[in-house]
């Protein structure tokens, strides 16, 4: 319990930008991803035709 005591919370705004910041890399990462995939798909689909 004491070591509770010294942990220093975020702020609400500290909380909220760099949850608006995991949240936007997240989403960048996941578009990212998913246009990679459709590129490999389309480059499969002429190979593999």
Known sequence: MAE????VWPSRQ????ESVA???M???S???IAAV???YSWGAGLVFR
């Open 30 to 32: 996941a578009a990212a």
């Open 37 to 39: 995939d459709r590129f």
């Open 22 to 24: 995991v949240i936007l």
């Open 14 to 17: 500290q909380l909220f930008s």
């Open 4 to 7: 509770l005591r010294m942990v």
């Open 26 to 28: 997240v989403s960048l």
